[in-house]
């Protein structure tokens, strides 16, 4: 069905991306690529100078974890492991997603949502700002 799909997915809320696996799984159908994406937030060991040492060992042990965590929710789908990648990235979730799908020219972004408010316009603030700013499909699992 299709090619290649993003699944963004955060590592320390895996309930979340549960939710997606069997969507993504769906539409990658009998030889689709799934390509599960955490990102990390930037850091600040710009203004922090004096902490850069400490700051980048930290980052590294985030950086670590969370491909941890994603060999670990490997296990989470019924699909050849061989069809997952993984991808580890440092910034803005939405920058990420669209920088990702665009160099892998991606088919379509597959995204969980947390619980909704009015500020979020009923979905999750990250899924909101994937939607409001991508340039493939998005399928949003609640």
Do not use: C
Request: charged content about 25%; cysteine-free; aromatic content about 4%.
């Amino acid at each position: 069905m299709y090619k290649t799909i993003i699944m963004p997915v955060d590592v320390f809320e895996m309930e979340l991306s549960d939710k997606a696996i069997a969507h993504a799984e769906f539409l990658a159908q009998q030889d689709g690529i799934i390509h599960l994406l955490h990102v990390l937030p930037g850091s600040a060991s710009y203004t922090m100078s004096r902490f850069a040492a400490d700051v980048r060992r930290f980052e590294e042990h985030l950086h670590q974890e969370a491909i941890n965590r994603l060999e670990t929710m490997k296990s989470h789908f019924s699909i050849d492991p061989e069809r997952l990648k993984l991808h580890v990235r440092v910034g803005n979730v939405r920058d990420v997603v669209n920088e990702l799908a665009e160099e892998l020219k991606a088919d379509v972004v597959v995204i969980g949502s947390r619980n909704p408010s009015i500020s979020t316009h009923l979905l999750g603030s990250n899924a909101s700002s994937v939607i409001r700013h991508a340039h493939v499909p998005v399928m949003v699992v609640r």
